[in-house]
């Protein structure tokens, strides 16, 4: 049995993309109706099971569809996906996905997340030319002598900015970009790399998990609730600072366990493999910074700098962002005058580094589009809508939280969730006698719950990089969840009461 290995990422996401291969042919097909704003005619289109209608975008006709959300909404650009229209759910003809859609999903979902997986690459390239100047290294010697005996000031630092940025504009797919960067800083501290893992991963879910303004959840799912996304805001930050503190005090523990005894490592068995992996810690204190490696080091931030600038200011996405760090690399080349043939062998190298991470996303993706084609995400959420009907007001929105959790794995996307979701599931705290925020804070702490462990999001792409098996993260992070869990069903009940 000790020598039974856990299966790599590719090969769990695949056993997934199979699972859900065969829930297609057991789960019935079925599509709520989807109402779009169309700007440039200032009318809205019903597309339906058979016909698709223009009608006028007044508040005459949301009202008509029941949908419980003001004209503002749609016409100021706050809603810009279609939502789903309640009460129009119809079964479809089953589409149940065979073996030739099976075999294809992955290449489907390659094409699909293309945008991401340049993004990958681009960053593999980059890490790979900022490591080559000896910059980089120079760099974690001088952290490494200024944290001594303080190195949980790290872990501090770090998770708390990812939090930040997850909280206010989503930070979570451009975290992939720091696991090359921060591991050996970790490393050189005497932490593991789980140490590194967590303190960025579980900033960016607790950050967005809680979030306050950010634009791709809080926002859209409160304008897709009817009502104003201050609302609910100050149970959000509630579950936001303490849950950080939960956060970084798991992390700080474990990384202290570490720091005293290797032994103690989770991923002990594999310290050799990582550290060759990531070999900058070993004898940086013999590289000097100097201001070259100083200028550098400076460039290398700002390309970091810009990409937050840019998606949280600009309505920067993949595309701007990937540009930011081809563009990074090739500064740093000519300041630090790496011949052109180097060049471009470094950058190839650096980029197939990540190649492995970059199929991860393409597979995960894949798993999303099988689920598309078969029709099943709105048959589970109707009958997740239906469930709840006439619960008791804590019963329902604890409920709420696990259904989040559970439609998260079938729709990843949190922007998505909110606008399929949202104008189904708010309209039911109406009947139940509580405020349509509690759904939207359910459905931020469901899904953002079920992100540490979500198969079908960040966390194996994340886990591809650190060369940590999926078990290993699950030893590691299920205790914590089971405390935020607790956490923040408190939270949920008390809100309904009070």
Known sequence: MKNIKFPTAQTVLL?????????????????????????????????????????PAIQETLEQLQIKIPIEKFTNGDIWKPIAIPNTYHKLQNNPQGIIAFLQSPIRGILESIDVILFVLIIGGFIGIMNFTGAFEAGISGLAKALKGREYVLIIVIT???????????????????????????????????????????GSCMGTMASTVNPFSTIIASNAAGINWTSGLVSRCLVLGIGLIICLAYIINYAQKVKKDASKSIIFNQKEEIEQLFPIHINSATTALNAKFKFILCLFALCFVIMIYGVSRLDWWFLEMTTVFFVGALAIGLIAKIKESEFVDTF??????????????????????????GLISDTLLYYASSATAGMNKGVFINAMLYIYSALSFFIPSSSGMAVLTMPIMAPLADGIGIGRELVVNAYQFGMGLFAFINPTGLILASLAIVKIGFNKWLKFVIPLIIILLLFTMIVLTISVYI
């Not at 190839?348 to 084609?373: H, K, S, W, Y």
């Open 15 to 55: 056993l997934i993309a199979i699972f859900v291969a065969v829930l297609t042919w057991v789960i019935p097909s079925g599509k709520y109706d989807r109402l779009q704003y169309n700007s440039e005619t200032n009318t809205f289109t019903q597309s339906g099971q058979i016909n698709t209608n223009d009608l």
């Open 160 to 202: 708390t900015l990812i939090a930040i940025g997850g909280t206010t504009f989503g930070l979570a797919e451009e975290t992939i970009a720091f696991y090359p960067i921060l591991i050996p800083v970790f490393l050189a501290a005497k932490y593991d790399a789980m140490v590194a893992l967590a303190s960025i991963y579980i």
């Open 348 to 373: 190839i190298n650096g980029a197939n580094d990540l190649l492995g991470v970059a199929f991860i996303i393409g597979i995960a993706r894949g798993v999303t589009v099988l689920m598309e084609d």
